[in-house]
């Protein structure tokens, strides 16, 4: 693999490159096992969802360890750093991980890719996957479809310098960053790309709060901003070093980035208006990486080399969770589920999964040593990710239960927030799925708790059973779901 610049440890992690173009190839409609298209489900069933009850193995636990944040502004404002949390309020605990499905797709050779190397993936605006060709032979970007159907490969350029990260932009277009320069896609595939002030290298970006796009810049420690009529400003990092990595959208509204390198070891945060705060993270060079929008009103983030998933509050406080397996996370998605979704490259070959009350656990990919890169929720509900080394894009359904791929890891000792509830889909602390707590009546206030407890819980109808994938079944006579553990699922014969 060929890297024009000492970048290249950045083009690694978020992708890059392709060129060419051919027919389409077709998948099988649903995933399913459609080795004709290159779809190869590993569910049981022909909509690639399988009938297995799924658990978490493993015993490894640890509290989170929470820090406040110091802020700096580098317009000239006032920005308050995050207030010091208490050590150890964090908590890891029992994933009661769901039973998924993943379905793999390899890239057809017909299209051009010969050797694709897919780095970073992103929804689009026109409903399907976009993805990057890490490989600079040739320079490319591709999309494809939910169903699997892969479109032409549209080349970025002539040179050896090939996209990076990629995005939906505000103007149905799909937007992508390269060593020296942001690129813009038609969904037809029409290119155009344009330099980057200073002719530095761009990074991460993302669809902006305020219809531009916001990217990194790495080697010269900036946030940029582009328009969709190209017109750039770009803003300094007040860490010099610091490495700007991966970007998105905050659920303040505000854009939220890593700091990966060493100097840096920090979470930024930046307004549309320009106002930059840095909030470090306590353990030391831990190379933070992906970043994503949590659904708790956080944002959580992945530490490469520190091994575990950050959570940062809009006030700056950082809580970490460690990984189970030690393994080192990359990318990280919000899922439609309501958890973050992370790649694992390496020897851990796995997708992870962490609540909002983090609690981790792993799946590992079907294809071996395939070195999962980019993530992303995509628009049909599933989350796809792509397979470095296997030339593969993957896809993840039955997010909440119903698959037969069990969790190799996953965490230990009790979880549950406690919180008061009225019926179990308002206890999230085990995450939305089979096995998630169970909200008892047996107290006032009614409040959430364990389902291995044994408490019934309380239903109004089947929706409200976390294991309805699995075919748990409401009494609206006693309030109970049939069952609310995987266990309860086999032993119902489910």
Request: proline share 7%.
């Amino acid at each position: 693999m060929r890297f024009k610049s000492a970048f290249g440890w950045f083009l690694f992690a978020l992708g890059a490159a392709g060129c060419g173009a051919s027919s389409p190839s077709h998948a099988g409609a649903d995933g399913g096992d459609s080795s004709a298209a290159g779809g190869v489900g590993s569910g049981n069933s022909a909509n690639g969802g399988g009938t297995g009850a799924g658990t978490a193995a493993g015993t490894s636990s640890g509290a989170g360890t929470t820090t406040g944040g110091s802020g700096s502004s580098s317009t000239g404002g006032t920005s308050s750093g995050g207030s010091t949390g208490a050590a150890g309020t964090g908590v890891m605990g029992t994933a009661n991980a769901p039973g998924i499905t993943f379905t793999e797709y390899a890239i057809p050779t017909n299209t051009g890719a010969t050797a694709s190397n897919p780095g970073a993936i992103a929804a689009g605006p026109d409903g399907n996957l976009w993805f990057n060709h890490q490989s600079t032979a040739p320079n490319a970007i591709q999309s494809v479809s939910p169903s699997g159907s892969f479109s032409a490969v549209y080349k970025t350029s002539t040179t050896n310098t090939g996209p990076v990260a990629v995005s939906g932009g505000p103007d149905g277009n799909v937007w992508y960053t390269k060593q020296g320069g942001i690129g813009k896609a038609t969904p037809s595939g029409m290119i155009n790309e344009y330099g980057v002030p200073n002719g530095g290298d761009s990074g991460g970006i993302v669809n902006g709060p305020d219809g531009n796009l916001w990217f990194t810049e790495p080697i010269h420690d900036k946030i940029g901003r582009v328009s969709p009529s190209a017109q750039f400003k770009d803003f300094a990092v007040p860490t010099a070093g610091a490495g700007p990595f991966a970007i998105t959208v905050g659920p303040d509204k505000n854009l939220w980035f890593t700091e990966a390198a060493a100097a840096g070891n920090k979470i930024g945060r930046i307004t549309p208006t320009g106002d930059v705060s840095e909030y470090p993270i306590a353990t030391p060079a831990s190379n933070p990486r992906g970043i994503t929008a949590g659904p708790d009103g956080n944002v959580w983030f992945t530490e490469l080399d520190g091994h575990n998933i950050g959570r940062v509050t809009p006030s700056g406080t950082i809580t970490e969770f460690p990984i189970p397996s030690g393994a080192s996370p990359g990318s990280i998605a919000l899922g439609k589920d309501g958890n973050l979704w992370f790649a694992e490259a390496g020897s851990a070959n796995s997708i992870g999964r962490a609540t909002p009350m983090g609690s981790v656990a792993e799946y590992v990919i079907p294809t071996s040593a395939s070195d999962p890169s980019g993530i992303t929720a995509g628009p049909d509900g599933n989350i796809w990710f792509t397979e470095l080394s296997a030339n593969k894009i993957g896809r993840i359904s039955d997010l909440m239960g119903g698959g037969n791929v069990k969790a190799s890891t996953g965490g230990g000792g009790p979880l549950s927030d406690g919180k008061t509830c009225m019926t179990d889909n308002d206890c999230l602390g085990s995450g939305k799925a089979c096995g998630g707590d169970v909200c008892s009546w047996k107290v006032m206030p009614h409040v959430c708790v364990l389902a291995v407890t044994g408490d019934p819980g309380w239903c109004t109808d089947d929706s409200k059973c976390w294991c309805a994938a699995e075919g748990a079944k409401c009494d609206t006579t006693s309030h109970a779901c049939s069952f609310t553990t995987y266990d309860g699922a086999a032993d119902a014969g489910m």
